[in-house]
């Protein structure tokens, strides 16, 4: 595979640089086209986007583990985040993602041998008042149960 940007995506490089007095500025949003063109940040992806950015491999790599939204290995197609954070919690979310990893056969950051689905135990997503809230890649769900996010995982198949 080659890891290389197209034309396209170059030039929305630039425009996300020319918005900073320090290309570093533009890393995440950089780093987040890279993960949606090649599903995860690989090394090679990183050093890319390091040499595309004049900046270093390790200043790359310190974002990209800093932040959990970037992959640092293979995900699943749809990647199922369940909140266990206090809040989702108290409305079982602890619970649900117990009952989701059996349902795949997966725990926390693993994918399934197919590659459809990954799970992801995370702390917050920012919807305390709306708990227990479930994110399937960018699509978020406020106030769902078992039933529900069994029936989407089972319409994802």
């Known amino acids: 595979m080659e890891i290389r940007f197209s ?3 170059l030039k929305e490089i630039e425009q996300h640089k020319s ?15 890279a993960q949606n063109k090649w599903g995860w940040l690989s090394n090679e992806v990183m050093q890319y986007v390091a040499d595309l950015l004049n900046l270093t491999y390790a200043h790359v790599l310190g974002v990209a583990t800093f932040y959990t939204m970037y992959f640092k290995k293979p995900m699943g197609k749809y990647h199922v985040q369940v909140c266990t954070n206090v809040s989702c919690m108290l409305h079982k979310g602890d619970e649900m993602f117990e ?3 059996n349902k795949l056969g997966i725990g926390h950051n693993e994918r399934t ?14 919807a305390c008042g709306g708990a227990p809230m479930v994110a399937i890649n960018e699509d978020f769900y406020e106030k769902t149960n078992i039933s529900f996010v069994s029936k989407m995982l089972d319409e994802l198949k």
Request: hydrophobic share 40%; proline share 9%; charged share 25%.
């Open 7 to 9: 034309e396209a995506e």
């Open 19 to 33: 918005k900073y007095p320090n290309p570093k500025s533009a890393l995440m949003p950089v780093l987040w086209m």
């Open 99 to 101: 009952q989701v990893s």
């Open 113 to 126: 041998s197919d590659g459809l689905f990954s799970l992801e135990e995370v702390e917050c997503m920012g």
